[in-house]
């Protein structure tokens, strides 16, 4: 199985801050074929079912806020939260979905410092 | 409007099957390029992927709940359903059914992203 580590496992940051949340593959998730990253990003705020921010490493979900955004390539990717919310206090997650069984990294947790 | 409702007992005793059932609307379960997925969470821990199931009845499984997962879908109730057996108390989580459209490439068939999630239900595992 695919396995999805993130780092780091929590972080605080201050408000209209920039929060940086890292996501690795051990193995690669672009399909050589089309050139897409088959890796999403996911906001998970407690009592709620998990909300899809992005889509193929870098594809921003319609309504998503602009200061959400998603790079990289391959093995490593980046979730850049640009300007932190109080809203935005959640835990966030990367899934691979170039493979089945999919899978979700462990988790980031942000909140406000 | 995409909808997806889980359905269940809410406790369980440990030994016991549990069946979970996901009911959509807004989406067919039987033609175009969408799926169901199902993905727990136990309290304090991370999203965990339990399966999926496309509308041509390709499915896939977790690897280490292959042996005790069945999935399956019934397109004249617009339902899937997840049956877990065997049930411990580490089972105890909230479980999220999910649309994932999926496409083709070539040979391979992918399952997708969870574009719409249910509002989960949490299932205790107890004596």
């Known amino acids: 199985d695919f396995v999805m580590t993130q780092s780091p496992d929590s972080l605080a940051v201050s408000l209209g801050e920039r929060a940086t949340i890292n996501c690795k593959s051990s193995?690669?998730?672009?399909?050589?074929?089309?050139?897409?990253?088959?890796l999403a990003w996911y906001q998970h705020k407690a009592g709620q079912p998990p909300k899809l921010l992005i889509s193929w490493a870098s594809t921003r979900e319609s309504g998503v806020p602009d200061r959400f955004s998603g790079s990289g390539s391959g093995t490593d990717f980046t979730l850049t939260i640009s300007s932190l919310q109080a809203e935005d206090v959640a835990v966030y997650y990367c899934q691979q979905y170039y493979n089945a069984p999919q899978t979700f990294g462990q988790g980031t947790k942000v909140e406000i410092k | 409007q995409v909808t997806l409702k889980e359905s269940g007992p809410v406790l369980v005793k440990p030994t016991e099957t549990l069946t979970l059932t996901c009911t959509v609307s807004?989406?067919?379960?039987?033609?175009?390029?969408?799926?169901v997925t199902w993905v727990r969470q136990p309290p304090g821990k991370a999203l965990e992927w339990l399966a999926h199931?496309?509308?041509?009845?390709?499915?896939s499984y977790s690897t280490s709940l292959r042996s005790r997962l069945t999935i399956s879908r019934d397109t004249s109730k617009s339902q899937v359903v997840l049956t877990m057996t065997n049930l411990d108390p580490m089972d105890t989580a909230t479980y999220y059914c999910?649309?994932?459209?999926?496409?083709?490439?070539?040979?391979?068939?992918?399952?997708?992203?969870?574009?719409?999630w249910g509002q989960g239900i949490l299932v205790t595992v107890s004596s």
């Open positions: 193995q690669t998730v672009l399909y050589s074929s089309n050139n897409k990253n088959y």
């Open positions: 999910a649309r994932t459209p999926f496409g083709q490439y070539g040979d391979n068939w992918f399952g997708y992203y969870c574009d719409y």
């Open positions: 807004g989406f067919s379960l039987s033609n175009g390029r969408m799926g």
């Open positions: 199931i496309f509308s041509n009845d390709v499915k």
